[in-house]
Each structure stands twice: as structure tokens, then as C-alpha cells.
């Protein structure tokens, strides 16, 4: 399908989809809130779907899935999660502000996905991912100020993607001691004063084998960056230029 002029939505699905493919649609979303969106109600939720290859311009949002927290009869907090989901082989286009937004998920699947956003390439907010490989994985996001961000009371993985050009490469603030895996050949390029990985939070974050590496030259130097600082301002006065 080829759709245009959304509003708000191109695709929507609320409630209970099991084991369907969202797949091969071209849409621009520039005129609605996003591209694609599959959400919980209290009672069902989407589970075991996949969301592939589809194309996507504009608009704040490419691809959300998103559960929904409510009061039971009881007056306590539940949350209705999208289920063991993937979302893969998507191209989310440079007009899109966030590529694509996870919130309240479980054991869902971002994977391989071409990502150009302006904002966030992938966003994961308070959902459940698996420990290990399967959570956000082998993704390519360019330009995105930030390139991966998990968030909120979550745990998940963020394994084999490649991020260029970001401001923050992947960004993981969590609010309780979730475990966090960021290793297995993530490729970093940051832009210049850039952040490879940056963790805030009561989090436990486990890193190893990421590649990261910045445009500036200064950021291979052993020196800390404070004293490189240091070193410029002092040969900026007076009597110091060409030390």
C-alpha cells in the first residue's frame, strides 16, 4: 500500500492482533503523529505480529508500539504489554524526528532496521527486552541526535548496530537496577564533543567489545579532555601563541 496525507495515523491497530505482518507499505506521515502505530487496551494486546520492510518519511514518529497502564478493580496499577513483536527491515526516512518507539513492551524484537531520524533512531521506554542479542540488534541509524536510548524502570540488550554520526551514540537512563547488556560490536561514530555510551541512573550496565570512535583527533589522545583545555586557552594569551 501507498499511503499519504495521514491523519494521524497511516496503519493502527488497538487491542488484540496475533501473529499478522504489517509489510511492504510505503507511507508519509509528515502530516500525522506517525506511521505506524500498534497499541495495547487493558484487556488485549498485540502479540507475535511482525512490522517489516515497510518505508517511512516524515512525521514525528516512524514505527511506535506501545502497551497501556490502567486501574484494576482493585485500584492497582497494571500495565497490557505488546508481546514478543518484531519490527524489522523497516527504512525509516531523515524527516522522521523519532524512528521508532517502544514504550511499556515485553520481549519484543528491533532488529536490522535502516533508521535515519532527526531526533532518536530508537527509543525503548520502560519495556522488558530480552537479556541477551535480542532486543535491539544489527540496526544501522545515522544522523539521529541520539542513536539509542532505553529508558524508565527497563531491561534489554542493545547488540551488533551500527550508529553514525551521533551526538550521543546509545544512551541508557534507567530508574531501577535493571540489567542492561551494550556490547557485541556496536560501531560508534560520534560527532565531534560527542558521547559514545552514556549511562545515568541506578542501572547495571554490562559493556564489552563496542567500537566507538569520534571525527575529532583529540579524542584519541590519552591527555583528559580538561587539560586539553587547559592547553588551548593557555596558548590563546598573550605571549603563549606558537608554544
Known amino acids: 500500500n501507498t499511503i499519504l ?41 498485540p502479540e507475535r505480529n511482525k512490522i517489516s520492510f515497510n518505508s517511512i518519511s516524515g512525521g514525528p514518529t516512524g514505527i511506535t508500539l506501545e502497551g497501556v497502564e490502567f486501574l484494576d478493580t482493585q485500584n492497582v496499577t497494571q500495565v497490557t504489554r505488546p508481546f514478543e513483536n518484531e519490527i524489522f527491515g523497516n527504512l525509516l526516512g531523515p524527516e522522521v524526528a523519532i524512528g521508532i518507539n517502544e514504550l511499556f513492551g515485553q520481549s519484543n524484537k528491533i532488529f536490522a532496521n535502516i533508521v535515519q531520524s532527526g531526533l532518536v533512531g530508537i527509543q525503548s521506554n520502560s519495556s522488558l527486552g530480552e537479556p541477551v542479542f535480542t532486543h535491539i540488534s544489527l540496526n544501522n541509524v545515522t544522523r539521529a541526535d541520539t542513536g539509542i536510548s532505553i529508558s524508565g524502570p527497563a531491561k534489554g540488550s542493545i ?40 549511562v545515568d541512573g541506578a542501572t547495571k550496565v554490562l559493556l564489552n567489545g563496542n567500537d566507538i570512535w569520534s571525527d575529532d583527533l583529540a579524542s584519541l589522545s590519552p591527555v583528559p579532555l580538561s587539560d586539553q583545555l587547559l592547553d588551548q586557552r593557555m596558548r590563546g594569551r598573550p605571549g603563549w601563541q606558537g608554544v
Do not use: F
Not at 487491542?15 to 506517525?34: E, F, K, P, V
Not at 551514540?169 to 557485541?184: A, I, K, P, S
Open 5 to 45: 496525507y495521514v491523519q494521524p495515523y497511516g496503519i493502527q491497530v488497538k487491542g488484540q492482533l496475533l501473529n499478522s505482518s504489517i509489510s511492504a507499505n510505503g507511507i508519509d506521515a509528515a502530516t500525522g503523529q506517525a506511521g505506524i502505530k500498534l497499541y495495547a487496551s487493558p484487556a488485549r494486546r
Open 159 to 198: 547488540t551488533g548496530n551500527a550508529i553514525g554520526g551521533a551526538n550521543k551514540g546509545v544512551w541508557v537512563n534507567l530508574t531501577q537496577g535493571e540489567t542492561v547488556n551494550v556490547r557485541y560490536n556496536n560501531r560508534i561514530h560520534v560527532r565531534s564533543g560527542g558521547t559514545g555510551i552514556q
